[in-house]
């Protein structure tokens, strides 16, 4: 089942192995569930629907695994950009060489079998729990997952000094992760937004968040100065993507790195206020008409107009299909009318990218709905109330919400909102056809929101690493402990891994594919950033619950990256799962 080349040298090539035998057994499971959902050969959507935890566990199989490939590939590069042999020896523990170049020798590697043991053994567990499930015998699993093969490699990679070894070795490399191997124009966008994060978001981020302000205007010019609101535009419509594929520079992967170190500055302030550019630009690439694209694009790449979206209803959050938020054809135009939730940017916003029924046949289902630009102006603080001048109100509140503050997201209610035919995405030919072009923009969103996930692990793991050696405990700095040590270990894999798998979802969706894949990148890296916000609120003790304290930010910052963009729960079944069961 693999999707990235795996490399053959003898401690990768180890880890290589695991993998696949891990995956020839989500593959078996997935066979045997396709099997069991399909009538007359054809899937059947309501039986796979009525099934829920396996398709569940083997999406989040085939995520792990995926980054499992993905980090050792990367590792696999690495070695070769450094010219070191495929079955070079590892280096002295760092212990008996601080200070020497040989400490980050191998980094990339002991990162890369510490994420693949950890989704090797994650497969293992979820499987041989209860195999029949998975229509699986447990002969079938001595042969993979507990193959003695996987279970050396297990024991070798997660034992105890393993970890911590990794462990000091990424404290003395001052919590490095190794070489990114980023393109030069994608590394130098990289370089520039973090010291932006660092000497501008940063400084304003806690005041942000504790008092849930709003993102100051200094910090939007200075972005769009920057040309933050252009990466993912064509340059004929003034941005900084390349017009045809391959032609210029990769705007997904330099969108994920920029994403990644703005959300690392805040979530709130600075990593999320690309989100609805992303997600309005390649709805337009997908739908709209020419004439459509030329008015608008150049508009949100100089940040002149700041975009919003407005998909999701009080009823109908991940089901779009259901949405009941009505739009009635009248003379000239449409009117719009119902309530949207978690409408983020909704009051800054300049113009609103509204999911709207057309159709008023509900069986009709998701081909009933269709795209809109709704133009208004725009509004700081928590609230606003606007008439518009060609008829109808539109009036919106704040959501109060425990992190993810700043752009605050609203709840928006509209009533005989006038939006002329020209507003309505790809005209008359996009009838019916909006969800399809939301889910183009959705997939942009999903890899920009890894890519913000990143960010928020990122934050937090430096954050611990530095906590972890300032702070003694019982006479000692906490970094000096094993426990320590093991976490910083599989905090710092987590991360390597999550990146590893968006850079290789970034590229394939700059060569057109991927749809499905971001979603895969998405479900793992926002989970990831949970899990290591956690741990690195755990390192800092009671401070890490005290709002004064950067890293309480992080973990209520993090908890919402699994929900937004898609819950966990309905990517898992409704995207990933179904895909690989068809492919099965």
Known sequence: MSRYPLPTGTRLGAGAKAVALAGAAVEAALKALKARVSVDGKLSGATLDALQLVPFELAWCTAELAAAEAVLGHADRARAAKKIP??????????????????????????????????????????????????????????????????????????????????????????????????????????????????????QAERIHRHDADVPDDLLHALIELGAFGLSIPQRYGGFTADEPGAGPDDTLNMIVVTEELSRGSLGAAGSLITRPEIVTRALLAGGTEEQRARWLPQFASGERLPSVAVTEPDYGSDVAGMRFKATRTTGGWLLNGTKSWCTLGGRADVLLVLARTDADLAKGHRGLSLFLVE???????????????????????????????????????????????????GEAGLGKGFYFQMAGFSGGRIQTAARALGVAQAAFEAALTYAGDRKVFGRPIADYELTRVKLARMGAQIAAGRALAYAVGRQMDEGGGQMEASLVKLLTCRQAEQVAREATQIHGGMGYAEETAVSRYYLDARVLSIFEGAEEVLALKVIARSLVENA
Do not use: C
């Not at 497969?123 to 997952?145: C, I, M, Q, Y």
């Not at 605050?408 to 209610?413: A, D, L, T």
């Open 86 to 203: 495929p079955d070079a020896p590892a280096p002295p523990a760092p212990r008996e060489v601080e200070g020497s170049s040989a400490e980050g020798l191998l980094l990339e590697e002991r990162l890369a079998l510490a994420w693949t043991a950890e989704a090797v053994q994650n497969a293992r567990t979820r499987l041989s729990g209860h195999p029949r499930d998975f229509g699986l015998e447990r002969a079938f699993l001595a042969t993979t997952v507990d193959a003695p093969a996987t279970l050396d490699f297990l024991e070798a990679q997660l034992s105890a000094e393993t970890l911590a070894g990794l462990g000091d070795l990424i404290r003395a490399q001052q919590g490095s992760l190794g070489n990114r191997l980023l393109p030069p124009d994608a590394e130098m966008m990289r370089q520039t937004f973090r010291k932006f994060a660092d000497e501008v978001v940063k400084p």
């Open 376 to 426: 208004k102006p725009r509004f700081a603080g928590h609230e606003f109330s606007w008439t518009s001048p060609t008829g109808g109100t539109l009036n919106g509140r704040a959501i109060p919400t425990i992190g993810y503050r700043g752009m605050h997201s609203f709840e928006v209610f509209f009533e005989d909102v006038f939006v002329p035919d020209s507003h309505l995405i790809g």
